[in-house]
């Protein structure tokens, strides 16, 4: 069969010092070829640090190669002064980049404009399959089979921002004073911090 390769996360440990070892997953990219089926394009998810890799197999093999970014890794890169160069790199090397929202892009746009023009730079949102939400089943006896419900499914984390998501609904609710807001995910327990913060709000705000 086809070749597979899982190259490890390297972002959230670049400052650990088993990083640069990790790098080691490159030796399996070199000798990359299917047969009958030549590498004409490489594809990943984010630019940095997956960038590193895909940039040097696409250069390796001469063929292009085009970035998908679904949220703030998109730009994240901005924050260290090494990432910041290297993602630059990068960026200017890809034949495209998608992002999964016009936020998104134009978020990239802020932090990297001069490394990737706009003509490079588009947005394809992210499908959704209505049809595996015909059947729901049975909803949980504390949510209202009627009226208006506001529903975020997210981690407590604060990258989520899930207190902007609160104080947002506060204005809502000054419009729409039936309206109920479930917020369902990960993390939801006393020892996160993320998780106290959303529950000290919303308990304040009544």
């Not at 070829?33 to 998810?45: K, T």
């Not at 529903?151 to 998501?165: G, L």
């Not at 809502?172 to 959303?198: H, M, Q, S, T």
């Amino acid at each position: 069969g086809a070749p597979l390769f899982v190259l490890r996360e390297l972002f959230d440990s670049v400052q650990s010092r088993d990083a640069v070892a990790r790098f080691g997953g490159m030796k399996a990219l070199r000798n990359v070829s299917i047969p009958g089926a030549p590498l004409q394009l490489v594809h990943y998810l984010d630019a940095h640090p997956w960038g590193l890799y895909g940039q040097w197999l696409a250069r390796r093999h001469g063929v292009p190669h085009v970035i998908t970014t679904h949220g703030r890794y998109g730009y994240i890169a901005e924050n260290r002064l090494l990432d910041r160069y290297l993602y630059g790199r990068v960026l200017r090397n890809a034949a495209r980049m998608i992002a999964v929202s016009d936020a998104v892009k134009r978020a990239v746009q802020a932090s990297f404009g001069r490394s990737i023009a706009e003509a490079r730079l588009s947005v394809l949102q992210n499908p959704v399959d209505a049809d595996q939400f015909k059947t729901l089943g049975d909803l949980p006896a504390v949510v209202p089979t009627k009226g208006p419900v506001m529903i975020s499914v997210t981690r407590f984390t604060p990258v989520k921002d899930i207190v902007t998501a609160v104080k947002a609904f506060q204005v809502i609710r000054e419009r729409i004073p039936d309206v109920l807001f479930y917020i369902i995910g990960p993390g939801n327990g006393e020892k996160n911090e993320c998780f106290r913060a959303v529950r000290d709000l919303i308990e304040a705000n009544g």
